[in-house]
Nanobody, 120 residues
Framework: EVQLVESGGGLVQPGESLRLSCAAS????????MSWVRQAPGKGLEWVSH????????YYPDSVKGRFTISRDNDKRTLYLQFNSLKTEDTAMYYC?????????????WGQGTQVTVSS
């Protein structure tokens, strides 16, 4: 059974940094591209990053490019999302997502999410 468990969320002030983690189990982690998505209050899901299975090619939307960094440790079966210069509009529930495979930008499993709140 695929399991994705996010952690690391919390309450931070604008401009601060934070790192999320996603511990994966139940599948061969190194064989799958992974992603982070978020959902702000009252809004739909927004994709915020994608990383290939080897941890080489990264993709971001313009809204977070230069501030968010996705990474992974395949030996630890863990996905990360580093936030820098957080903004109030980054407040959301953040989910990690498992893709359909190498090179796929479609996802079929999500974790339970971790809340990030950016407020002064």
């Amino acid at each position: 059974e695929v399991q994705l468990v996010e952690s690391g969320g919390g309450l931070v002030q604008p401009g601060e940094s934070l790192r999320l983690s996603c511990a994966a189990s139940g599948f061969i982690f190194r064989d799958y591209d992974m992603s982070w998505v978020r959902q702000a209050p009252g809004k739909g899901l927004e994709w915020v990053s994608h990383l290939d299975n080897g941890g080489v090619n990264r993709y971001y939307p313009d809204s977070v490019k230069g501030r968010f960094t996705i990474s992974r440790d395949n030996d630890k079966r863990t996905l990360y999302l580093q936030f820098n210069s957080l903004k109030t509009e980054d407040t959301a529930m953040y989910y990690c997502a498992k893709s359909l495979g190498m090179g796929w930008f479609e996802y079929n499993s999500w974790g339970q999410g971790t809340q990030v709140t950016v407020s002064s």
